[in-house]
């Protein structure tokens, strides 16, 4: 199950990434979209690289038991960075690109200290679903895991409260997007929370692991959805918005339409129909 919720996620996540790619081509230099592209990306390479297959075959190929978990580990730390940064391109004003920096500054090293630590430390029996409890007491392991777990869990704490408190100034699609997006990234927390308590209970002498294994990836699952949506919403609702009103339009003049028709099929004056069924009136 943890395999199957991880590939349909990055698929989702990837889809939207597909659903942007043209107009990041054709606006290559502008900075919001290429955070937007970015968040999709390293949020699908999170989840794939979290499948337990995926991570079998990294620790095989590499031939360093549980190597796949801190390069996990600095994917989802990438990811957290990257929708600080998109928040703070979002919102814009003249400080926008110093905070940007420092966010990503601040990952960079929680970066540096996940790798030092795995390095520092001795992980040799391979956890594929379960790494984070069952080495939640191991000396410089201990401290990666915790590093990753309080660094997502601030990027989606600092995420949701900033696109809630944003939500409640602005109207329409946008208020929409951000609404929905605090909502996701609400979900997402779910990931390192559960993750955290489980580990707390080891330290107490309690076996949680459960919601390791499995409310963590369900959390993080339904994060990605709802989180997708809230990225997306803002950019297509603007669109199913002219969209309707042109099929509005098109609806008013059909009567008129059909009184020239013999003049507008004569001289080649038709337009094409929009597409998609008639709109409910009103």
Known sequence: MNALTNYSSAGLLWLGLLLKSPDLLRHRHDPYLRSICTV?????????????????????????????????????????????????????????????????????????????????????????????????????????????????????AVTTVSALRWARRVRGWLRAGLATLGLGTLCGAGYSVSKLIAVFAHWAGHDWSALDRNVSPAAAGLGAVVTVAGILVPLAGPRLTDWRRVRRTYARLEPLERALDDILARRALRLPRPAGPPPPPG
């Open 40 to 156: 999709l990306a390293l949020a699908g390479l999170c989840f794939l690289l979290g499948a337990p297959p995926t991570v079998g075959a990294v620790n095989r190929l590499s031939g360093v038991p549980n190597l796949a978990a801190p390069v996990t580990y600095v994917a989802i730390t990438a990811y957290s960075a990257a929708s600080q940064v998109l928040i703070v391109r979002w919102r814009g004003g003249p400080g926008m690109r110093r905070t940007a920096r420092r966010w990503v500054l601040a990952y960079t090293a929680v970066v540096t200290g996940i790798v030092v630590t795995f390095v520092l430390g001795e992980a040799p029996v391979e956890r594929r679903t379960d790494l984070d409890t069952y080495y939640a007491s191991t000396p410089y392991i201990r401290e990666m895991i915790l590093l990753y777990l309080l660094g997502h869990l601030t990027a989606c």
